[in-house]
């Protein structure tokens, strides 16, 4: 389906006479808000109280108060734009050349005539006052005069002033100041902004005079009215802290007279408070407020929108690349130790981005899934985990259960590593090991992510045979294998329990120094502490119960930092002359001394650490139960402590952490993380806490004002900006505009230094007026996206890293634009979108006298997709459409409103998951086996068209008054005439292979009456299915008394059909002689016991019965005793195997095949095809695209904006004048304003095949 | 005529021999098709283009406030009246270019001689609203 333009611009194409247009509008893909920003300079010194207005020239003016600087000086940075508002100008204004002069703040004004008014105060230490003082500076920054307003004792609460132009020659100025016991709001006037007059209180009910009002901010709104917004100091707590709001008060004349205030925010507890609010208006009836959120923690649990029923967070892991926090979810109570879930959080935004749990894809599996509904434990705390690895293991109740899942939150994978298999589960093993049958499960594991392995610690406890072992999987091995690193059996059951035991025993790999720890303790008996070499797994150092400087119950989860082991003591105990010993640990490895740290803050025996987590310039911090997060350094060896007693609303309920959990830590931004994972009976779980390593969050947030008639409204607030000290915000509406504003505000650093950043809200920027030289778009069903290029004056202002300008961001890489053509036609201007696009490459040339245009190329979505990984998809059986679909929602974060599919002709369910691929080459498979090539439309929505010969004519040009060039033009085709297509079926048939020996076995059957039952699985991982095994003697057991007792029985039987022909069991069986040999013996004994007889006739002669009855009794006993034998037998089985059956389709130009006397033949694989008539359709489109290669022209005409990519049109043979029908193979389009030189154009340049 | 770049205003003392008319120019082009033509144009604009004044000669003093102007190259505020009255437009210009000769012969020698042969040449940037 062609495009169907506006019936005035499609009457403008045939015209010969044309006004062709070009708009590229830049702008941000995600939200403008919250805003990162951008740094204002590169300053190092302090800079910070920013201001700014809108001049009437069309400038933005900045103020802020910088210093003291490397030369100790302090002053005033001015900042204006040109009046395009493309480039920052700096002015320093250095008012003090030491620190005795501190700046507080300044504000900014327009003077009638242009000039800038500047109003600050500075903290006067040497004379003990505040001056209050005014200057006055061109647009540009030159000076033009200034002079003190005001000075007063400096020991007076004063605020920030304020002040306002409220028309030509009226100037308000205000200011907090104490007054005795009470505060006021204060206002000077001036009609020259040289002469003040003298202050004078504002009169505003509502107010308690006792309250503190800071802050003061004035805009004046579109009615005319004076809005002064101001905080409010309501109350202060007994550690200091300050409960702030945000107010109002109204003037409807001019600053005369104000309303009663008006209380926006509703704060009412130390934890969140608001301060600082200015207000911008971008339209009538609406109104922005900007404030400082000040708050003691952020906090995120399962209420929060993304994050699944479950926020036991007991483990943390920090992604500091992607700045990704992952919150490990595990019931720590009574009953199963199951995982909720693990969730994803983005900290800049502080919300959930995603989530794993059974119920998702890819999930963890049931069984060790739901908590305390879970089937089996896989315990917490004992996990740990590194960046976007998280390892869960299972603490399988018996014994085989060594299962470990490694997800991989970045690439959206969980990988399952079985060393066991359980059928009940469906795990099957794929672990390659040797690891003893005495361990049961893993108990503690460590991800290593930059060598991608997990380390795996195993635990025997059983009395008889106590040891441990330590090894690891390496996750980049396909076939995976348990590398143990050691078994040591030098260790007694109690010790061993102590390693197990997960709420203190531990385990902690320092792969930097080359250690493995294992902290044993219970709290019931002696613990332990091992180190082994990482390398080598040779025991380096043990410390016992027995050592009279280790702490008796020995430490828990341990740390290594710096050669030096850190881990909380399990237990006090005042025995063993131990009474001192109390608090942390700190052991030195190599000279293996030990020394306890007690906290400063607390003087209990006991403390209950979590595992310590280090912070940066040698500190470490870790939970502290019942405390909150405590903080050693480790070089001062000083602690400190984060709760509720010093950071208001550290804890969601105002409790101190109950258990523990591990701390994560963004050294960027200097905040901490801990899991509130409470207590099972007591504290509820509470998910996750984050705050400021330098106590209080501000964040600069923004509310909507709204007044539809009858009043102003004001909405719940939202974070403005992206980081956590951000605050301070001032904002200016973009002249011209009801959309956009600039906000600059106060970043803090992690080493305290404060810069200003900046942003805009409403960021896109027209290019047009910018572009110089060819705009060119290319479109092609070929695959590849389609592409943008064009080039850019300001080139220098379009450097990314150019700090001084504010089109700095605009052709950043991945920046959106949108293309539009159009028509100016009768002077007004008629548009077409022509698609969306995403900068790809920049490049500029900064050389002496030569003008820097910048060249810009950028593609369709496309470009996004191409290097994305794609490790699996789900498992579909679905229609092409909804599995594009679901890809592009999926993968591509797309939503329905950006697809527009059609539906594909003779289209079929499709069963498929694709594995190790880019979204890119999944998308065009599904459509090549319809013979559609996927592309994006004119309003940026994923599309697919067909690919034709045999289409309806979309445009008909009737003439050749439109075309400029033609050629016929086959360089991309072959002589390919033949295609065939090669798929399977989509059922499994099962075969059956040659026959095969299986295994060989042996053994030793007996007078005893051996039996040997030897279970034969067909292969070592149970998987493989065989028939009709049997079995071949190559030794079989027999003797005399066997054969006597009815021989040995060798037989084979094959298992049921329900096993699914996996085994086969061989029978072998002696019959038991032991009765005969009994009989022999007893026999042998009778004989034994009767004399010779004697007998009398004749002569007489002595007869030896009993000998001969012994004689009798022997000989069998013998040959019983001896029928021992081995045998030795081969099983033989059929083995079965499942086939999808191939099938395949051609196609033939016999045509051609004649025409050349060849057949020129193309085989192609296609996974999609599942019988002969998928083939046979598939190979039908390969063919005929072949054959269209060959019938392929190049034209070139004047632009039609009709025309796209998958039209066919008919065009006029310039010669013949025969009618050519073409299909569209590729159409770019080229535009170029002409130049003094005439030199411009419009065309479409068209790849096309003639199928008519 | 004058040129002000926002602290001084020099009104020319000797009008220019001859300059470019300051009229809008037309950005258009045309091609053959194979049976027609196709002209397209984007209309009119002041906005770039080039306005050349040469005098034949003018006083030291003059040429020595127009290389001021040069030297500074900051955008300038162009005055074209002819007639003493401000003009009914004034353009944002740049001076691309300040060339001349020294005129000796009679009129003085070395830096205070009139100049001759001067050409100005002003990039119009924008039409002063």
């Given at each position: 389906m062609s495009l169907t333009l506006d019936a005035a611009l499609a009457a403008a194409q045939?015209?010969?006479?044309r006004r062709p247009l070009v708009e590229i509008i830049s702008s941000q893909r995600s939200d403008d808000i919250p805003f990162d920003g951008t740094f204002l300079t590169s300053e190092t010194f302090s800079e910070f109280g920013v201001n700014l207005i809108p001049h009437s020239s069309g400038r933005l003016c900045i103020a802020y108060c910088y210093g003291p600087d490397a030369d100790r000086d302090c002053g005033i940075k001015y900042v204006y734009t040109d009046t395009e508002r493309r480039e920052f100008t700096p002015v320093t204004i250095e008012l003090y050349t030491d620190t005795s002069r501190v700046m507080v703040g300044v504000s900014i004004c327009e003077l009638a005539g242009g000039n800038i008014g500047l109003v600050y105060l500075v903290n006067d230490t040497v004379s003990h006052l505040y001056r209050l003082m005014r200057r006055i500076v061109t647009v540009t920054g030159a000076a033009a005069g200034n002079a003190e307003i005001a000075g007063w004792s400096h020991d007076t609460f004063t605020s920030d002033p304020w002040v306002q132009t409220l028309g030509a020659n009226s100037y308000l100025l205000v200011y907090g100041k104490k007054s005795g016991s009470n505060y006021y709001l204060y206002k000077r006037t001036s009609s020259d902004f040289v002469t003040w007059s003298t202050e004078a209180a504002l009169s505003i009910a509502g107010l308690t005079s006792t309250w503190r009002l800071s802050n003061p901010s004035i805009i004046r709104i579109t009615t005319g009215d004076l809005w002064l917004w101001f905080d409010v100091l309501e109350s202060t707590g007994p550690g200091g802290e300050q409960l702030t709001n945000i107010y109002y008060s109204v003037s409807t004349n001019g600053g005369t007279t104000w309303t009663a205030a008006v209380r926006v925010t509703n704060y009412d507890g130390y934890g969140e408070v608001g301060g600082h609010p200015v207000a911008v208006q971008k339209a009538a009836n609406q109104m922005n407020l900007i404030f400082t959120r000040k708050v003691g923690a952020l906090h995120m649990d399962d209420t929060a929108t993304g994050w699944p029923t479950g926020d036991t967070t007991v483990e943390l892991s920090w992604d500091s690349t992607n700045r990704k926090l992952y919150a490990i979810n595990i019931h720590n109570g009574g009953g199963t130790k199951g995982l909720q879930c693990v969730v994803k959080i983005d900290v800049d935004t502080w919300r959930v981005d995603q989530y794993w749990d059974a119920t998702t894809t890819p999930g963890f599996p049931s069984v060790i899934c739901g908590g305390i509904s879970a089937t089996e434990h896989v315990w917490y705390c004992n996990h740990v985990h590194d960046g976007h690895i998280i390892a869960i293991t299972a603490a399988h109740v018996g014994s085989s259960g060594r299962w470990l899942w490694v997800l991989d939150g970045e690439a959206n994978t969980i990988t399952n590593y079985y060393c066991d298999t359980n059928v009940a589960y469906g795990f099957t093993q794929n672990v390659t090991h040797s690891i003893s049958a005495h361990y049961g499960s893993f108990h503690h594991c460590q991800v290593d992510a930059a060598n991608l392995r997990v380390y795996l610690c195993l635990v025997d406890t059983y009395v008889w045979h106590p040891k441990v072992s330590v090894g690891y999987i390496d996750l980049t091995e396909s076939s995976p294998e348990f590398h143990e690193i050691f078994n040591y059996t030098d260790i007694d059951d109690t010790e061993a329990y102590g390693v197990s035991y997960s709420l203190h025993g531990g385990m902690w790999v320092d792969v930097d120094s080359g250690y493995i720890v294992l902290s044993c303790s219970t709290g019931m008996w002696p613990g332990a502490m091992l180190v082994f070499d990482l390398e080598t797994g040779a025991l380096i150092v043990k410390w016992t119960s027995s050592d009279i400087d280790f702490p008796y119950y020995g430490l828990t989860k341990p740390f290594v930092y710096n050669g030096k082991i850190y881990a909380g003591m399990c237990k006090y105990t005042s025995g063993y002359d131990q009474g001192g010993f109390r608090g942390l640990a700190e052991i030195d490895i190599s000279a293996e001394t030990i020394t306890l740290h007690r906290p400063s803050y607390c003087s209990s025996d006991d403390h209950y650490f979590g595992r310590p987590s280090l912070l940066q310039d040698g500190r470490i911090a870790m939970t502290h139960t019942s405390y909150g997060v405590a903080v050693f350094?480790?070089?001062?060896?000083t602690w400190s402590l984060f709760s509720n007693n010093n950071i208001?609303?550290?804890?969601a309920d105002g409790k101190e952490l109950a258990s523990p959990s591990q701390i994560a830590y963004d050294d960027t931004n200097d905040m901490i993380m801990v899991g509130d994972a409470g207590v099972y009976g007591g504290r509820n779980p509470q998910g996750v806490i984050m705050f400021s390593a330098n106590g209080y969050i501000r964040q600069a947030s923004y509310a909507i004002g709204t007044n539809p008639g009858g009043g102003w409204s004001f909405s719940e607030a939202g974070s403005l900006?992206?980081?956590?000290?951000?605050?301070d915000a001032a904002a200016a509406v973009e002249p011209g505009t009801s959309t956009s504003a600039y906000v600059f505000w106060t970043h803090e650093g992690t080493d305290g230094e404060k810069s200003i950043k900046w942003d805009k809200d409403g960021s896109s920027v027209d290019l047009s007026p910018y572009i110089a030289g060819e705009v060119a778009t290319e479109q092609t069903i070929s695959g590849q996206p389609a592409t943008l290029s064009f080039s850019v004056s300001h080139g220098h202002l379009f450097d990314p890293y150019n700090l001084s300008s504010l089109l700095s961001p605009v052709l950043k890489k991945g920046r959106k634009l949108v293309l539009r053509w159009g028509e100016k036609i009768g002077g007004v201007d008629y548009w077409q979108n022509a698609g969306t696009f995403f900068v790809t490459g920049t490049s500029l040339g900064f050389q002496r006298g030569e003008y820097p245009v910048m060249q810009v190329t950028a593609e369709d979505q496309r470009c996004l997709w191409q290097h994305g990984h794609v490790y699996a998809t789900e498992v579909y059986n679905n229609l092409p459409g909804e599995i594009i679909t679901d890809l592009l929602i999926d993968l591509a974060n797309m939503t329905l409103e950006d697809i527009n599919l059609p539906a594909f002709a003779g289209e079929s369910r499709l069963q498929m998951q694709w594995i190790e691929s880019t979204l890119d080459e999944i998308i065009t498979q599904v459509c090549e086996r319809f013979g559609y090539y996927f592309r994006f439309d004119c309003d940026g929505k994923a599309h697919a068209r067909r690919i034709s010969n045999t289409a309806g004519i979309d445009h008909i040009y009737p003439d050749n008054t439109k075309l400029i060039k033609y050629s016929p033009d086959d360089k991309y085709s072959d002589f390919t005439n033949r295609v065939t297509v090669r798929g399977q079926e989509m059922d499994f048939t099962t075969v059956q292979y040659a026959e095969e020996r299986i295994t060989q076995l042996s053994g030793t059957l007996g007078w005893w009456g051996c039996k040997a039952d030897h279970v034969v699985w067909y292969s070592d991982d149970k998987s493989r299915r065989c028939l009709s095994p049997r079995l071949v003697a190559l030794e079989t057991s027999t003797s005399i008394p066997f054969q006597l007792a009815g021989g040995v029985d060798e037989h084979i039987e094959e298992c049921a059909a329900g096993d699914d022909y996996k085994f086969c069991t061989v029978y072998m069986k002696a019959p038991n002689l032991i009765g005969m040999l009994a009989a022999s013996i007893a026999l042998y004994i009778v004989g034994n016991k009767i004399g010779d007889a004697v007998v009398s006739w004749g002569a007489g002669w002595t007869q030896p019965v009993g000998r001969l009855i012994e004689g009798l009794a022997v000989m069998p006993a013998l040959m019983i005793l001896g029928s021992t034998a081995n045998y030795q037998i081969e099983v033989w089985a059929t083995p079965l195997g499942s086939l999808r059956r191939s099938v395949q389709g051609s196609w033939n130009d016999e045509e051609h095949q004649t025409e050349i006397k060849a057949v020129v033949e193309q085989v192609v694989d296609d996974p999609l095809c599942y019988s002969v008539a998928d083939c046979v359709a598939v190979a039908s489109f390969e063919g005929m695209v072949a054959q269209m290669q060959r019938r392929r022209v190049t034209i070139t005409k004047v632009a039609h904006l009709q025309d796209e990519d998958g039209d066919t049109i008919r065009v006029t043979h310039p010669y013949s004048g025969e009618d050519l029908d073409l299909f569209v193979a590729s159409l770019k389009r080229t535009f170029k304003k002409a130049d003094t030189g005439g030199d411009g154009y419009f065309f479409d340049e068209i790849e096309g095949w003639v199928v008519s | 005529m004058i040129l002000n770049d926002g602290v001084t205003s020099y009104t020319f003392s000797l009008l220019p021999g001859s300059m470019t008319v300051i009229r809008e120019d037309k950005s258009c082009t045309a091609v053959q098709t194979y049976e027609g033509v196709a002209y397209f144009s984007w209309g009119t604009s002041i906005v770039g283009k080039e306005l050349s004044l040469s005098w034949n000669a003018m006083p030291a003093a003059m040429w020595s406030q127009f290389e001021t102007f040069f030297t500074a190259d900051a955008p300038l505020e162009f005055?074209?009246?002819?007639?003493?009255t401000p003009s009914a437009k004034t353009y944002t210009v740049e001076m691309t270019r300040l060339d001349g000769d020294y005129f000796l012969g009679g009129y003085g020698t070395g830096a205070g001689s009139w100049r001759q042969n001067v050409t100005m040449t002003l990039l119009i940037l924008s039409e002063v609203p």
């Open positions: 045939e015209n010969p006479s350094d480790t070089i001062s060896k208001a609303g550290f804890t900006v992206q980081g956590f000290l951000d605050y | 005055d074209p009246t002819l007639d003493g």
